[in-house]
Structures are given as structure tokens and as C-alpha cells.
């Protein structure tokens, strides 16, 4: 994990808070579950066990779920918060 | 009841709260959330439709000073004359243009009794735009290429060495973007006209620009640094909001130049980040940014600190300031009465608990 992922001031309401940069961004509950795996340390590259975390919450959640997730980390790594050499794996 | 015992009498400069904001409403209010029973601020300022002349909750009394321009001598003089008025302890300059003049002036001020915390001329000099890359080649500090000009010749000179497109700063305010020589002379001629010289071509560089507020202890320590990043800009690029947040490595490059130059007094930083850890400083300003009032939100009141150690105090040990503490500038209209502008601009002077006893006694009767 990151220590930019682990510095990230978090709410419940999804709202977030880079205190390094002073950037804020938002995420819906599916992102939220996401972040606190990846910050528990689930691997960036283990969007398997991200989207399986994902849906013991939202049992209902598409069959496309892995997608999602391995594009919400792509937008992680965009923004400097997952490392770069962490590569996707499903 | 001697100096020591009574209670404090604190003088700010520079309440010239416009869209291009002096730094002297915001210490003023730094100074009042941390106020001491029976302590008085008093500000100082040069024009009669200074905003900050008008607010009636930031300080006792307001007193118009002569311009530095007039030179020492009146300059004094109106001190002086303040002085006898309302006896003055400490005084707090905040603007750029006015601090050759206090730190020239601090020995006749410290034997009226009147503290000072400034830097010394040498050090002043050592921070100018034109010492900066000097100095950030002695200190480690990155800055960029930089260079003097005193004339339209030095443009076609130096214009090979820093290339286009470059920056034009006076030696005070101000930075005009020129994309060609032709720009720059037409830059030169207007920082030349606004401000004198020296001229400073500085190359452009590119990153996010971050600010850091402290103040040098004159023995080589940075007491109480904030990192601020700007969230929103006016058109002349002044922060109107903005939210602090943790850096280290410019706190480093902070204290590393109070280090080099054994600073004495407040200091702004404003870098441009070009990278995780990697900085170029553009700037040091040798007095509060407008922004300090934002440190002091965040837990470090630092024109507290600046009249602890003007007294010959020690100031008392600094938090670690908040993060993630925002700022967020308001522009309101101030509505007043004709008799307090005709006071300032006929007597120099407005004493604000006299001044709404008196606008309450001529208030209109109402009818019912």
C-alpha cells in the first residue's frame, strides 16, 4: 500500500482528503469498500478479492463488477495513490 | 505602572484589505482571537479608504502614516507623533515597501521604546528577487534561472540565458508573463514605472504552487511552519481560498534557508512543486503572507510569536499546526459614516469605541 493511500483522510460519506496535496475527491460505497481493502492491504493487483469484498456487501451488484473495479484502481494509479508497478490481476 | 506591568500595545501595518490584500487585517485578527486581558492593537496604515482602516473589531484606534517615499525623517516624525498619542510597544510591518525603512528606523524605535522583529538589511538583501538565485545556489534551495536587468540593452543580454517564456518582476509585487523579448522591454518599462529597480527576468517553470508561512527565530531555527496550497485564484493570482496541508520537504527547504540566513522575523515560501519531494522556490517574502490568519485557524499564531520575540520573550512551544484547515476569503461591503472618513482624512486618526459612542448619539430619533 501506498503511504499516500494510507494518509488519505476518509468519511463515512465518502468524501476524501489528501492532506500531502490538499486535493478532495468523492467516492460512492462501492468505492469506499474498495479503498479500506486496499488500505487493510489487499493487493492493488487483486482486483479479485476487491470485487469479491464488494459484493458480500452488494450482493446484487453486476457481473461486470470486476471491470469496475479494476477501473476505479486504474483511476487510483492515475492520481499517484496505488503504485505504478502494481499491475492488475483478476 | 511600568512598561513591563501594563498591558501590551500592538502597532500592524498594511490594511489595505483589497482583491491584492495586504497582510495587516489578518495578523490584526490573529492578534485578537489570542488577545491578552487589557492588551490594545492599533493600526497603522497610508491611505484613508484602506479597508482595514474601517473595521471596528480588529483595532482600538487607526492612525494614517506618512509614505516611505516622504523618507526617515517623516517617517519618524509620524511615529513619533503616534507615539505620544498612544504609547506603542511592539510594532508588526507587513508590507514589503515600508520594511527597508522600519529595519533603517529599529534603533531609534527601540530607544522610543518601541520593539521591533525585522529582518536586518543584509538579510533583507540576501531574499531580494535579484540575491535569490544566489542564494539558493549557497543554501540547496532550487530556483529558477534568474536574472537582473537595468536596462533595455541587459534584456537583449541576458534573454539567451533565460529563455522565453519568462517572468518580469519589479523588485516588490507583480510578475508579467512575456512570451518574446518585445514583451518583456513593454513588462520592464511598467515594473520599471510602478516600482523602480531593479527588473528580475525569472524563467517559467512549471509545477503547483504551494506556499509555507514561518518565522525565522535570527539564530537559525523556522518556528511554527504551515504549507498551504491555494484552491482558488483571483485574476491577479492571489489565493482567495486555499487549505492547509503536510509537507515536509518544503519545511525542510524553509528551514534551511532560515539556516543560511539566520532569519529573523515572519517569512512566506512560495514554490512551485514539481514533483513528490522536488521544489523551486520563486519566491520569499520577508514579512505575513495575507494568508497567516489561516495559521493561526490551524493552531500556530504566529504574529504571536513574532511579538513574544520582538519583546525578548520566549514564545510559548508552537502545536503542530492542523491539516486540512481551509480558508475562504469574503468580500463585503463596509458601510460608514461620514465622520469617520472625515476624521481619518482630517486628523489622521479614528478611534473606533469614540466613534460609535458618537455615531450612536447622532442617530436619528425614530418615530412611533
Redesign the interface.
Known sequence: MSSRLADLAISDTGFIFDPGTGATFNVNATGLIALAALREGVDASDTGTLAARVRERFPAAPPDLGEHVSDFVRTLRQMGLVAASERTRS | MNASARPLTIAVTGLNATDNPGPGVPVLRSLRDGARPGERRIGLTYDALDPGVYARDLADRVFLLTYPSAGAHAFLDRLTSIHERAPLDVIIPTLDAELPLFIALEPQLRAMGIALFVPTAQQLELRGKAQLAALGRAAGIDVPETAVVASVEDIARVDGKVRYPLYVKGPYYGATLATCREEAIAAYYRALAAWGGPVILQARVRG?EVNLVGVGDGKGGLLGPVVM?K?ALTDKGKGWA??T???EALVDVAARFAAATRWRGPLEVEALRAGPTQYHVIEINPRFPAWVHLATGAGVDLPRVVVDLARGETPAALPPYE??KLFVRISLDQVIDMRDFERIVTTGEIAHAATISASLRVRPETTS
Open positions: 503547483e496550497k484552491l486555499g487549505v496541508i503536510r509537507h491539516v486540512g
